[in-house]
T-cell receptor, first 110, second 118 residues
């Protein structure tokens, strides 16, 4: 079983719609969780950290469910510029090592 | 925000040659940097953790004699792909964590180096 699993998509969503991604992780000792965004042929960029209490940043909402070991990302009122691959990232243990999911590809359709 | 640079951004080399990639933290000191590799349509895979002033820690399956890492200063780590072969063609990305800012192990990524071995 992969340490971090995501639905690879692709998700093709009309502009203005709401889209949600889920991600599961296998190690219950995982401590920190993130969503990164990666545009084609570019480096990943941090979108948001994910906290147990859930957090929101504008149109983006992230949730963490430790009991079920999954993380979600909700994008509301999607825009063309949201088209990218979204990477679920987990840190396990006391070191700084990050484990990446394979990413979910999102395309917003005008 | 914290900035990490990489050089070169793209390199094409012949099979059997060696290629050096530099990763620099521009506005902070990074005692630890990370080297990742990403093949097309796959996710980032950690290759090694680069520690300033000590030996790098390699992930399982990554040959330390083939991928030489040097972290000689707090702002520079280098990855040398020795005797490169076509199967080494990939997108190599470094990252660093600024211990003075952010929490939760946030890392800042360089723009990546696209290596093509012919």
């Amino acid at each position: 079983r992969k340490e971090v699993e995501q639905d690879p998509g692709p998700f093709n969503v009309p502009e203005g719609a709401t889209v949600a991604f889920n991600c599961t992780y296998s190690n219950s000792a995982s401590q920190s969780f993130f969503w990164y965004r990666q545009d084609c042929r570019k480096e990943p960029k941090l979108l948001m950290s994910v906290y147990s209490s859930g957090n929101e940043d504008g149109r983006f909402t992230a949730q963490l469910n430790r009991a079920s070991q999954y993380i979600s990302l909700l994008i509301r009122d999607s825009k063309l510029s949201d088209s990218a691959t979204y990477l679920c990232v987990v840190n396990t243990g006391g070191n700084e090592k990050l484990t990446f999911g394979t990413g979910t590809r999102l395309t917003i359709i005008p | 925000g914290a900035v990490v640079s990489q050089h070169p951004s793209r390199v094409i080399c012949k099979s059997g040659t060696s290629v050096k990639i530099e990763c620099r933290s521009l506005d902070f000191q990074a005692t630890t940097m990370f080297w990742y590799r990403q093949f097309p349509k796959q996710s980032l895979m950690l290759m090694a953790t680069s520690n300033e002033g000590s030996k790098a820690t390699y992930e399982q399956g990554v040959e330390k004699d083939k991928f030489l890492i040097n972290h000689a200063s707090l702002t520079l780590s280098t990855l040398t792909v020795t005797s490169a072969h076509p199967e080494d063609s990939s997108f190599y990305i470094c990252s660093a964590r600024d211990p003075q800012r952010g929490g939760d192990h946030e890392q800042y990524f360089g723009p990546g180096t696209r290596l093509t071995v012919t």
